[in-house]
């Protein structure tokens, strides 16, 4: 009778008892599955015994020891490292979003490895590490100088954060597609391969990963001021700015060490904090406890599968970074399902502080875009370079230059002004500031269906691209509009389950490019957007499409002005709130997907547009989508010429060029707008 | 007029006659429908190098091929003439700089599928890919080589090559049986970095040398449609009868890396001293590859191997 006592609940909160009990089934599980294929090779005691002995007499236990044990050892070790920055920075953030990935680390980490593989080998030889570090300080110091005077709003942050995700992400593409040849091993690296033939990484990383764990435990007390708010800690006399700053810093060390080893692991620092949360850990240590430790097991399970996965096929490597994409998609789906609680979602602590710019005259502001718009036409139809040097094609003769440069120009352009009005809907429709068509997944779907097709090696032909293109933004449209029914179509949900679609084609975007430096740079290729291709008859098309659609726009001016005020505000001005968010979201789907077949899904403009409308003072919902898709054309024109001239007679894509010039137009206005 | 007309077509008939005489003009099936060359093509374009070299061993020089200067890098033989002009990269060509060449023939692969009909604008182009899904690559390649020596007029040229080839690979084997090494299987890799290996599969250009030589590849499956596949290390370790043939190039401090790990040390082709090390070969080029790695692996093998790369 008096044992009852003991099922009295306890003063002081606990943890709930199906967190420990889902860490110790991940853990088994994955450890149970990674030695599956050993039975009848080696006896469990052998196995273990593979840790930190061998018989070198037998060659299953050569392999067993120097192979297998290092591999899981180092698995356990990157994911318990990934998950704690993961927590950390999901902490100094206050957003579910957060992560080394999302932050610029891992695309800094890779830009460095890049750099390095071309123009100093040697240092590659020397220490992967510094190069990996280098670049991902490299993207953390962008990060901090373009939010410093915002004092590091988490929006703005995780903002600054993707955008030079973008930005590094890009230039490395340019480096593959140019030198695709010489960096065969980067496509592997890129992918994220766990395999191990020795200890020596596992020996060289356990110190250093424990010394940051270490490090980053000591900011426990500062960052569980942290959590009280930012004005609270201020008087509380925390330094906030100084204590996120290190943070971070600890963060990019960690995940860039980590990382340097094995290449690009994505998604695990951004899951196993989400999944810890998930499972009821509330306070701060608890979060950085069982997030750290959700990591190792998850990064463990991921890389059996992989490794599953190659045995299984035909036999060619399944990278690591694919199975941790698949694992991470499905938890921020998870993660979609439980956080009614919007409060902490981006976007929602007001606009970040100080974007607010001046107003301008509309009539202005077009005028001068439009200006420039014709000053690109007529450069990029006239001037041009020839395998005889350069010359100016006369308007009298631009007959002839048309069908090489005529359809391809007018497709960019338009393909900027779809993706700066469907930017535009969905900003405002969530009004969120990184919404856009890329993070909404549309595109995401599009090139998923694209990336199998090239698995599939099946061969299409331009209205097959167009066709299966088209297939995919509906079905992720699709998907999006069942996920979202259930949250009303709230705008927050809605990003959260683009991200999850974006997680999955970037998980087959990994096997691609593991599998071949061929196949991956025509992938690479499409993906950023191969304008070379369209023909009269196709630009043409779109150019009807894209005027019928703008005329359409015209009808949804209103809901977009009156969305934004919350749900029970336009419910009481008689807006049929669930209804107009579905016509607000296809309408930007169809844009997507028109501009997706043309560019790509990785183009950014649709993100970059609506925010140069509105650094260029275009606050109101009709003029800020005029401007922004006349600012999408001129982006996409002035890139469409640059990728025919540059490298001529090679091509680069327009739409990472795009990326590239976009990105710095938006990093210069983010960062005036800190200083003023 | 009414009358002159007749005579004029008469003529063009008797032109077209004369033409037909010689062996270049005719039609031929290809992968993308058909070509019809009414006179022998002068100005070439190749869109890869498979073709590139085709072409080169037939002895016509190309007036634009795609990405020159790694040709010279990494295929190197037979080599490409310094005036060639260059007409970007191989995946995304400058279709502006194809047409200023003004070329009457374009020799592609179906991957530019998605570009044919824009190609088809500027020149005949004939399609065939000998990198694709259930082809043989050196059937493939044998095919485009011969019926460009039809387009060309130089069959006899074509069939030599072919014979030499044959001859050359005849001549290896029996050096390999005289020697009694065909015993054992071989693997074929490329080292990507010190942890992955391109492993070439039954279905690459490579595999033909194998066959010919008398060889069994170590790798029993299928790799991707370009013949190989990318694997950790450790996926060879179960083939502990092979032998290891690393094509070159390596990376910088391989051999070190490699010394260092006893993974690697204890696999039984490094136990025995049998890794084979040989130069450059381009994996996916057309007939001529499968000479070459024929006399260098046989040199290779007879020469005997060591326990590490270069």
């Known amino acids: 009778m008096y044992a009852d006592t003991s099922t009295l609940p306890e003063m002081r909160p606990s943890i709930p008892a199906k967190l420990p009990v889902a860490a110790i089934i991940l853990w088994f599980g994955a450890l149970i599955a990674s030695s599956a294929p050993w039975i009848g090779q080696l006896d469990a005691g052998a196995l273990a015994s593979a840790f930190w002995t061998f018989d070198p007499e037998n060659y299953s236990s050569v392999l067993a020891h120097y192979s297998w044990a290092p591999r899981v050892s180092i698995a356990i070790l990157i994911g318990c490292g990934l998950g704690l920055a993961g927590a950390v920075t999901q902490q100094i953030l206050g957003n579910p979003l957060a992560s080394p990935t999302t932050l610029g680390v891992e695309a800094g980490g890779q830009f460095g490895i890049t750099v390095a593989t071309l123009f100093a080998p040697g240092l590659l030889a020397f220490s992967p590490d510094l190069a990996a570090i280098g670049g991902g300080l490299l993207a953390i110091g962008m990060v901090i100088a373009l939010t410093w005077r915002l004092g590091f709003s988490p929006v703005t942050v995780i903002l600054a954060g993707l955008v030079i995700t973008f930005f590094l992400g890009a230039l490395n593409m340019a480096f593959l597609l140019l030198k695709g040849e010489w960096l065969g091993n980067l496509f592997i690296w890129g992918a994220g391969s766990l395999v191990q033939n020795n200890w020596g990484p596992f020996m060289e990383l356990w110190p250093r990963v424990l010394i940051l764990a270490v490090l980053m435990l000591l900011l426990l007390r500062p960052l569980q001021l942290l959590q009280l708010g930012q004005s609270s800690a201020n008087s509380l006399g925390a330094r906030v700015g100084l204590i996120r700053a290190l943070a971070l810093f600890l963060v990019v060390l960690m995940t860039a060490t980590v990382v340097s080893r094995v290449g690009v692991v994505a998604f695990v620092g951004l899951a196993a904090p989400v999944l810890a949360r998930l499972l009821g850990a509330r306070t701060i240590g608890d979060k950085l406890l069982w997030s750290t430790l959700m990591g190792g097991g998850l990064l463990l399970l991921a890389d059996t599968l992989a490794h599953w996965a190659s045995t299984w096929g035909d036999g060619s490597l399944v990278p690591t970074g694919t199975t941790t994409a698949l694992i991470g998609g499905p938890v921020i789906l998870l993660a979609l399902q439980s956080f009614r609680n919007t409060h902490h979602m981006p976007g929602q602590e007001s606009g970040p502080a100080g974007f607010q710019p001046r107003r301008r005259s509309p009539v202005l502001v077009t005028g001068i875009i439009s200006a420039l718009l014709l000053a690109t036409v007529v450069v990029s139809m006239g001037w041009a370079p020839g395998l005889e040097g350069w010359n100016w094609t006369a308007l009298t003769q631009w007959d002839h230059a048309w069908v090489w440069r005529g359809p391809r120009l007018l497709a960019a352009m338009l393909a900027g002004v779809a993706l700066g009005l469907a930017g535009t809907l969905i900003q405002r429709m969530t009004g969120n500031p990184m919404g856009s068509p890329e993070m909404l997944g549309i595109s995401g779907g599009a090139a998923l269906v694209m990336v199998l097709i090239v698995l599939s090696g099946a061969e299409v032909g331009r209205a097959g691209q167009l066709g299966a293109a088209t297939l995919g933004a509906a079905g992720a449209l699709g998907l999006l509009i069942v996920l979202a029914r259930k949250h009303r179509f709230a705008g927050n949900q809605l990003l959260l389950g683009g991200l999850a679609l974006y997680v999955f084609m970037d998980a087959g975007l990994r096997l691609v490019m593991a599998s071949g430096g061929t196949v991956a740079s025509q992938l690479l290729n499409w993906m950023y957007g191969s304008t070379w291709l369209i023909s009269e008859g196709e630009a043409f098309g779109l150019l009807g499409f894209t005027v019928l659609v703008s005329g359409l726009l015209l009808l949804v001016v209103r809901p977009l002005s009156i969305l934004p005020l919350g749900d029970t505000a336009a419910s009481s001005l008689g807006l049929s709130v669930a209804r107009a968010r579905l016509l607000l979201l296809f309408l930007a789907a169809v844009l997507t997907a028109s501009a997706t077949v043309v560019i790509g899904p990785l183009s950014f403009v649709g993100l970059i547009a609506p925010h140069l409308a509105r650094v260029l003072g275009q606050q109101t919902v009709g003029r800020q989508m005029i401007v922004a898709a006349l600012v999408g054309g001129l982006l996409l024109a002035v890139a469409d010429y640059l990728s025919r001239i540059v490298v001529f007679p090679g091509q680069l894509p327009a739409g990472l060029l795009a990326a590239l010039v976009g990105g710095i137009y938006f990093l210069w206005g983010l960062s005036r707008h800190g200083r003023q | ?310």
């Open chain 2, 1 to 310: 007029m009414y009358i002159k007309y007749p005579a004029r077509t008469c003529a063009a008939l008797l032109f077209l006659g004369l033409l037909s005489l010689q062996a270049a003009a005719g039609t031929w099936h290809h992968e993308n429908g058909t070509i019809t060359l009414d006179s022998t093509p002068k100005r070439i374009v190749a869109l890869n190098w498979a073709a590139t070299e085709a072409l080169l061993l037939l002895g016509v020089t190309p007036v634009g091929v795609a990405d020159r200067d790694g040709y010279s890098v990494w295929v190197k033989e037979p080599e490409l003439p310094d005036k060639v002009a260059n007409i970007g990269t191989r995946v995304a060509p400058s279709l502006e700089a194809i047409a200023e060449l003004e070329p009457d023939l374009i020799v592609t692969s179906s991957e530019m599928a998605p570009a044919s009909g824009l190609l088809e604008r500027i020149a005949p182009t004939y399609v065939i890919s000998v990198y694709k899904e259930g082809h043989r690559p050196f059937e493939k390649a044998s095919e485009m080589l011969t019926t460009l020596g039809e387009m060309l007029g130089r069959e006899d040229r074509a069939e030599g090559i072919l014979a030499d080839i044959e001859q050359t690979l005849d001549t290896q084997r029996q050096r390999l049986e005289e020697a009694g090494m065909t015993d054992r299987p071989v693997a074929l890799v490329n080292f990507l970095d010190d942890r992955h290996v391109r492993i070439y599969a039954p279905n690459s250009l490579y595999q033909s040398t194998l066959d010919a030589l008398g060889l069994e590849n170590a790798w029993p499956r299928q790799g991707n449609f370009w013949g190989f596949s990318v694997v950790g290390l450790e996926a060879i370790a179960p083939y502990q009868n092979s032998r290891i043939a690393v094509v070159s190039p390596t990376l910088p401090g391989l051999s070190d890396t490699l010394a260092d790990s006893p993974f690697w040390t204890y696999l039984p082709a490094v136990r025995r001293d049998e890794v084979y090390q040989i130069d450059a070969v381009w994996p996916f080029g057309g007939v001529f590859p499968v000479k070459r790695l024929a006399t260098m692996l046989t040199d290779s093998l007879l020469e005997g191997g060591s326990d590490n790369v270069r």
